[in-house]
């Protein structure tokens, strides 16, 4: 009989292995939808602005509303009719991230990755000059951060500096740009706008849905 209970024990983890959590109403996946969407979720990694793995990202999935979901699949498929696509870098971040953020922000010893990703900034400054929040709109589920890939080879287009970095080099109004870095940006943000997204003025890779259906709601299920 115990041999019997073990043995169903293991079918059933068998069964559950590999599946992806349960999310709450109105989330999904969005390789659900959109699977051959590019993903490098930094927060998963140690390769970010606080040099290791962030609070609540228990996997690199990612999640956002599904309403913002199906309006990026319009951003994707317009922009694989010119061998493009979209590279996701985070989406829906639960507060616990933000909490690890602040934290890490208040530490002003810790300068680990300070020379990749805000050379010129004291860290002090990161609240004031609007870098990190206390609350962020990622926690709402229909925020953002993205860049265009070429599809052949998965290279990102080039956008003069890289997602992440705290400087005045990331705002849309920055002129310091070549034509091209001014061309590949604005080729973002007019499609992304076009499909119902606003930009946010200080870094170019950050969008959230106009429409979005939590506007005042703060989660912080973990991504799984």
């Known amino acids: 009989m115990k041999r019997l209970l073990f043995i169903l024990f293991l079918l059933s983890n068998v069964t ?13 996946y969005v390789t659900d939808y959109i699977p051959h969407i590019e993903v490098d979720m930094k927060y998963h990694t140690a390769h970010n602005f606080v040099g290791r793995p962030i609070d609540g990202y228990h996997s690199a ?27 996701v870098f985070d989406a829906y971040r639960p507060q616990t991230a933000v909490n690890h953020f ?5 530490d002003i010893k810790d300068t680990l990755m300070r020379q990749e990703f805000y050379p010129q900034v004291d860290k002090r400054e990161l609240f004031k000059k609007g870098f990190i929040a206390s609350k962020s709109g990622h926690s709402r589920g229909s925020t953002i951060d993205l860049t265009i890939i070429d599809l052949k080879t998965k290279k990102e287009l080039d956008m003069g500096v890289p997602f992440d970095f705290f400087g005045e080099e990331s705002a849309h109004s920055y002129a310091k740009l070549s034509p091209s870095q001014k061309k590949n940006r604005q080729k973002l943000k007019s499609l ?15 969008y959230t849905l106009n429409n979005e259906p939590f506007k ?6 973990k991504i799984k």
């Open 102 to 106: 602040k934290r890490w922000a208040k």
């Open 16 to 28: 559950l292995y590999g599946q992806k959590a349960k999310l709450p109403q109105g989330f999904v």
């Open 192 to 206: 992304m706008e076009k499909h119902g997204f606003r930009a946010y003025s200080k870094e170019w890779w950050h």
């Open 216 to 221: 005042d709601k703060y989660f912080d299920f």
């Open 61 to 87: 999935e990612v999640i956002l509303t599904e309403r913002a979901t199906r309006a990026l699949q319009q951003v994707e498929k317009e922009l694989n009719k010119e061998g493009l696509g979209l590279k």
